[in-house]
């Protein structure tokens, strides 16, 4: 089986970027890579449901944390399959977003940290009972509120792609990077590596990390 790897951190904190550069690097290393992102917008429908509870579009169910937090979890669940079949067929199968994005989101939406209620939820909702694989690695792409904010924005003019409702939150984006912050203190899940997003990232070098 290949090793799952995570990219987490924040709406506009490079995630993507990242991704692009480490498949890179993975396949300069001669590993083969799988690259997924959630959620699976315009191949899920619960996806394309957390996409209209974002931008105001689900009534109260969209302001529901545990609502939108099962929507995130059927979006996952309903790629269990494909997830366990790129295990099997890649070396390394890198994700943009994982479980701990919905225990990040979720907890700072109700002003948990990461030792409250819901993020145990989310552990038993995602992994226990959907039986999604437990990451071998999660990096934490971590970046200020404000920078991510700089990020999103441009990219906002850039791509014509209107914010949704967090990603416009600056004290809700801060208090997730807090989550963030602690998850990866606390290894949940699985071993944490946190990486600069505001400087230039030796790919190379935490690729060669990652499998040894």
Same mark, same amino acid.
């Given at each position: 089986?290949?090793?799952?790897?995570?990219?987490?951190?924040?709406?506009?904190?490079?995630?993507?970027?990242?991704?692009?550069?480490?498949?890179?690097?993975?396949?300069?290393?001669?590993?083969?890579?799988?690259?997924?992102?959630?959620?699976?917008?315009?191949?899920?429908?619960?996806?394309?449901?957390?996409?209209?509870?974002?931008?105001?579009?689900?009534?109260?169910?969209?302001?529901?944390?545990?609502?939108?937090?099962?929507?995130?979890?059927?979006?996952?669940?309903?790629?269990?399959?494909?997830?366990?079949?790129?295990?099997?067929?890649?070396?390394?199968?890198?994700?943009?977003?994982?479980?701990?994005?919905?225990?990040?989101?979720?907890?700072?939406?109700?002003?948990? *940290?990461?030792?409250?209620?819901?993020?145990?939820?989310?552990?038993?909702?995602?992994?226990?009972?959907?039986?999604?694989?437990?990451?071998?690695?999660?990096?934490?792409?971590?970046?200020?509120?404000?920078?991510?904010?700089?990020?999103?924005?441009?990219?906002?003019?850039?791509?014509?792609?209107?914010?949704?409702?967090?990603? *416009?939150?600056?004290?809700?984006?801060?208090?997730?990077?807090?989550?963030?912050?602690?998850?990866?203190?606390?290894?949940?899940?699985?071993?944490?590596?946190?990486?600069?997003? *505001?400087?230039?990232?030796?790919?190379?070098?935490?690729?060669?990390?990652?499998?040894?």
């Amino acid at each position: 089986m290949g090793r799952l790897i995570v990219i987490e951190g924040l709406d506009g904190a490079g995630k993507r970027t990242l991704a692009d550069k480490l498949t890179a690097a993975f396949s300069e290393q001669g590993a083969s890579v799988g690259t997924r992102a959630f959620p699976r917008y315009g191949l899920s429908v619960t996806a394309d449901l957390v996409q209209e509870g974002l931008h105001g579009r689900l009534g109260g169910l969209g302001d529901s944390v545990y609502g939108m937090a099962v929507l995130y979890a059927l979006d996952r669940q309903g790629a269990l399959d494909d997830l366990l079949s790129d295990l099997a067929s890649f070396d390394v199968v890198l994700l943009d977003r994982y479980v701990a994005s919905n225990a990040a989101y979720g907890a700072a939406r109700l002003h948990e *940290s990461a030792t409250g209620d819901f993020v145990s939820w989310v552990r038993s909702i995602e992994i226990e009972r959907f039986g999604l694989p437990v990451p071998h690695a999660q990096l934490l792409l971590r970046v200020s509120a404000q920078l991510a904010a700089e990020r999103a924005t441009h990219r906002e003019t850039v791509d014509a792609r209107a914010r949704d409702k967090w990603e *416009s939150d600056t004290p809700l984006q801060v208090r997730v990077g807090e989550v963030y912050d602690d998850l990866a203190a606390r290894s949940w899940l699985s071993p944490w590596h946190v990486v600069d997003g *505001s400087a230039d990232l030796d790919a190379l070098w935490l690729t060669g990390t990652l499998l040894a």
